[in-house]
């Protein structure tokens, strides 16, 4: 199957199956948007969500969080992964966004990558949700979708994903894109054991192709890949 092919089945199916796709973390305001993104790396959205409706009734504002300490925050946020350092993140942020933006979260990617805890997922993430811009933030979920599917080719780091995502879907459903495979990771494609029984992706993904064809499940064929090939005997030593 060519890639443009593959692309066009897929994007087929989740404009059939999931026509307005939305993030699944909860926020009341572009700032505590931008607080639940950075508290949610390699952290759960749903652990995320758990702790934030205290979190956004502390700190309404940038200039509240600005002036919080971090034995106050991290009261907040100790139960979500890394807990130190995103004290640390969530603070400076509120005070570069008082002191460098005027307290509102900025709409560039240039201006996004200089708030502190604000890599290009998070900034992405941003673009795509708020300002409904053809961005393509890369996750955990939406790296390995696309490899198994086979949107991507091999590609070993999330900016190449981005890539050549990005050049494929068509620029007003990106941002769709986006929460159709992070979505899909989360809930059928997932990392050990991917339910493809229940996917209707099938017949356009890679993976299952070409694990069906060897009788193999892609869970299956997955772990195969994994384990090291066995290590061949040395040859006795001649006798002298």
Request: positive net charge; aromatic residues 8%.
């Amino acid at each position: 199957m060519e890639i443009k092919e593959r692309y066009e089945g897929v994007i087929r199916w989740f404009q059939a199956n999931d026509p307005e796709p939305r993030t699944e973390l909860s926020y009341d305001s572009t700032f505590h948007l931008l607080l639940a993104v950075i508290l949610s790396a390699q952290c759960t959205d749903k652990r995320v969500n758990m702790i934030t409706p205290a979190l956004f009734e502390a700190y309404p504002t940038p200039q509240a969080l600005a002036k919080a300490t971090e034995e106050e925050v991290y009261g907040y946020i100790k139960s979500v992964s890394y807990p130190n350092a995103k004290t640390r993140h969530l603070i400076k942020a509120a005070q570069v966004l008082v002191e460098k933006f005027g307290g509102e979260v900025p709409s560039t990617m240039e201006e996004l990558l200089q708030i502190p805890g604000v890599g290009r997922k998070t900034a992405n993430v941003m673009l795509a949700v708020v300002w409904d811009e053809s961005a393509m933030p890369v996750d955990t979920h939406v790296f390995r979708v696309s490899n198994r599917i086979g949107l991507t080719r091999a590609s070993r780091t999330p900016l190449a994903t981005e890539r050549t995502l990005v050049k494929y879907v068509p620029e007003e459903i990106v941002g769709k894109a986006h929460h159709w495979l992070v979505l899909h990771g989360r809930y059928v494609c997932t990392a050990r054991k991917p339910d493809c029984a229940s996917c209707g992706l099938k017949e356009f993904c890679k993976a299952y192709q070409s694990a069906s064809a060897k009788g193999l499940s892609v869970e299956a064929a997955e772990k195969k890949k994994r384990k090291p090939a066995p290590k061949k005997k040395a040859a006795p030593a001649k006798e002298k």
